[in-house]
């Protein structure tokens, strides 16, 4: 077993621990863990790993579930090697210094904000998440903690989460549920429980606790014996499809049960944000309350709006629930007359037209119309959605819609690969703790020499490669029959990876307005590029489509095919189960991040903001947040034109994307000098570093979140 890494610090009193007995050092292990601060701070994450390597990387990075299983001679081991013991209590005291800093915020009103929300992307090891909005809400609550902004989140605790991507040796989605262990999480039982009334059923639930740094995220957990089987089955499965009465009733536990849960902890928020339009039956609660208390409901209603901020995530009319309002009546069927409406008065609040009596009711027309404060998450998201919703508004022009926006970022320091931190300690020398929104480490890459910003990309790249080989060795020891064959073949395509060839990378959702195919438009085009000998270029896929998108399915099962036919083994990957420690790892180490979603479909997109904190270049159609960043100089475009043809679009767009990497992305990679060295590639990296790492960072967000929304509700 290798050994604990020399650890550079060693704070006083580290000696005071050597030579305690081993469940002394497991408890504090066990401590260090329970709060996630850890997953964003690279010395606390190389203390778990060397535990046990080999078990670390076998747990998805989880300490507890390493800890668990840790032989009895190791942990004997452990338990008395001092680099250890010191790499511990330098972590421990980090944590500490961490939660005393002083933070941006603390000298601000401290009012309460509460954030709702389906899915919580912190770590992989915590399989609270499907995709981008709960990576979204995850960065969401770590630079809360991190600038001391007073939030809780409020969520679910899923048993199953979102289900384990398999695919068959013919690339066929397996849709797989590992059993759970919830002793293997660092939560908490808070000792308390709430009991909702859902339709004829109560349902009870108990509330866990995770803590992130100074964050707490409180979480709901139907599965209890004494719960219905029904009941028991709300909390299982995130995102199941295909049954709205199931997920009506999510959507009463995570709203209405939120607000009890809330109650039952004493706490009383000051604003209410509702991260999508899942939670929007919190605000209803809310109002119900106010009126039931004898408050007159235009006074009531403007309470509750006051207090409310509403974001909403796309435009996709399939990510905007609606339901029949026979269902909403099922299950609320009480409230109207608590609210003293009538019943379609009642059910006017989830209508465009609130006259029409057939229309459904839909989740995000009740969140605008209980929230002063909407946005969307990118200017064109906003617009678009300013046009999508103008009926809700009784609106004349998309411009009166009262609809802002606040542009996604993400959390810098949880997409930092740890091979560039010697490279930011030394050119940037970055101080995160106590940082400022405003806090800009990256305008000093213009200085950085090339070669070093050269260095890094390749080591960088050479990283990811060897760890998509070491993952396939891992998959082809661990699985079945089937899957081992499937496994095979990718260690196979792995192995003859080229380390020092242009890697572009593709992972997300495989929704399929995302297109993930669609550099397969022309595959002799393809097979050009990708067979040149003399600047051969690489894909690396990932994506896993949601369980009852037929049609997501189908293009995970196009790409498994293509990276298998002789033309493209070797030079088109995909990887299966694509998660936050596969996102990590390709938005690090691809040289270009693609996108190439239908525009206006990508309301935000996230992943290509990982991509510059590592010197990779986003190729973009201008969707999302890529026209506020685009600047001529830090990437590049593909097409421009908009068809109302979506066949015409595609073919477009292919055309589009195919001229940029063939005129401009690969000539741009292989312009070399005599030392090898890419300068204007260099270039382009800097700028793409320079102009999007702080302006998209989930710092600036939180802050345009406090000071515009969070500050101004009274
Ligand atoms: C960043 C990230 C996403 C979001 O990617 P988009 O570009 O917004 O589609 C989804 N899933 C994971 C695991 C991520 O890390």
């Not at 209410?272 to 009126?291: C, K, M, S």
């Amino acid at each position: 077993m290798p050994r604990a890494r020399n650890p550079t610090a060693r704070p006083p009193g580290s000696a005071r621990a050597n030579g305690a007995p081993w469940p002394v050092t497991r408890e504090r292990i066990r401590t260090l863990a329970h709060n996630l601060w850890w997953s964003w701070n690279p010395a606390a994450r190389r203390l778990f790993e060397s535990m046990d390597p080999t078990l670390w990387r076998a747990n998805s990075h989880n300490p507890i579930a390493t800890l668990n299983n840790l032989s009895s001679s190791r942990a004997q081991t452990l338990s008395s090697d001092p680099d250890f013991l010191s790499a511990l209590a330098a972590a421990e005291h980090a944590l500490e210094a961490y939660l005393a800093s002083k933070t941006w915020f603390s000298s601000r009103k401290r009012q309460l904000t509460a954030y709702f929300c389906m899915e919580f992307g912190i770590h992989e090891s915590l399989p609270l998440y499907a995709g981008g909005l709960g990576i979204l809400a995850g960065d969401h609550i770590k630079s809360a903690s991190d600038l001391g902004v007073p939030l809780v989140g409020v969520g679910i605790l899923w048993k199953f989460g979102y289900y384990r991507q398999e695919l068959t040796k013919l690339g066929e989605t397996r849709v797989v549920y590992p059993a759970p262990d919830f002793s293997q999480l660092p939560i908490e039982s808070t000792g308390k429980f709430i009991s909702l009334p859902v339709g004829r059923q109560t349902v009870r639930c108990r509330i866990w606790r995770l803590t992130v740094g100074r964050v707490p995220v409180f979480l709901l957990d139907s599965d209890l014996p004494t719960n219905s089987p029904t009941a028991r089955a709300l909390t299982h499965h995130l995102y199941r499809g295909g049954d709205p009465d199931y997920r009506i009733r999510q959507e009463i536990l995570l709203g209405i049960g939120g607000m009890h849960a809330l109650d039952a902890l004493g706490l009383s928020p000051t604003v209410y944000h509702l991260n999508e339009g899942h939670a929007a039956f919190a605000p209803l609660e809310r109002l119900r309350r106010l009126v039931a208390g004898g408050k007159r409901f235009g006074h009531a209603l403007n309470e509750v709006r006051r207090r409310s901020v509403f974001t909403t995530h796309t435009p996709v009319p399939e990510g905007n629930d609606r339901f029949d309002p026979a269902l909403v009546m099922k299950y609320l069927g009480r409230m109207p007359n608590q609210m003293r409406l009538n019943a379609s008065e009642f059910l006017a609040f989830g209508r465009e037209d609130q006259t029409d009596q057939k229309e459904s009711f839909c989740m995000t027309v009740l969140a605008l119309r209980l929230s002063a404060r909407s946005n969307g998450v990118s200017r064109l998201h906003a617009e678009t959605s300013r046009r999508m919703w103008k009926r809700v508004f009784a609106a004349a022009r998309a411009e009166e819609v009262p609809i802002g926006s606040v542009t996604n970022g993400v959390h810098p320091e949880s997409w930092i690969a740890d091979e560039a931190r010697p490279f930011y300690d030394l050119y940037f020398k970055p101080r995160w703790n106590g940082a400022d929104p405003e806090d800009d480490w990256w305008k000093g890459v213009g200085r950085v020499p090339k070669e070093e910003l050269w260095t890094l990309r390749q080591t960088l790249r050479k990283r990811m490669i060897s760890w998509l080989r070491q993952r396939s060795a891992d998959e082809a020891t661990a699985f079945n029959f089937e899957e081992k064959y499937a496994a095979r073949l990718l260690a196979e395509v792995c192995a003859t990876l080229d380390e020092n060839a242009l890697t572009i990378g593709f992972a997300r959702r495989f929704a399929t307005y995302k297109r993930a195919p669609l550099i397969f438009t022309d595959p002799k085009r393809l097979a050009r590029l990708v067979r040149n000998t003399d600047r051969p270029v690489q894909f690396v896929f990932a994506g896993k489509a949601h369980p009852q998108d037929r049609g997501g399915q189908e293009f995970v099962r196009t790409l498994h095919e293509f990276s298998l036919t002789p033309e493209f083994r070797g030079r088109v990957l995909l990887i299966q189960n694509y998660d936050m420690h596969v996102g990590r790892m390709l938005t690090s180490g691809c040289d270009v991040w693609l996108n190439n979603p239908v525009r206006p479909m990508e309301a935000s997109g996230t992943s290509g903001m990982k991509s510059p904190l590592n010197l990779g270049i986003n190729c973009s159609i201008l969707d999302g947040w890529w026209p506020e960043a685009f600047n001529r100089k830090n990437g590049w475009v593909i097409g421009g034109k908009q068809f109302a043809d979506r066949k015409r679009q595609d073919r477009y767009d292919a055309d589009a994307l195919y001229a940029t990497l063939e005129d401009q992305v690969i000539p741009l990679f292989y312009r070399r000098d005599r030392r090898g060295v890419p300068g204007a590639w260099c270039r382009m990296m800097a700028e793409s570093m320079r102009s999007v790492c702080a302006e998209f960072s989930s710092h600036r967000m939180v802050a345009d979140y406090a000071r515009r929304f969070y500050a101004g509700a009274k």
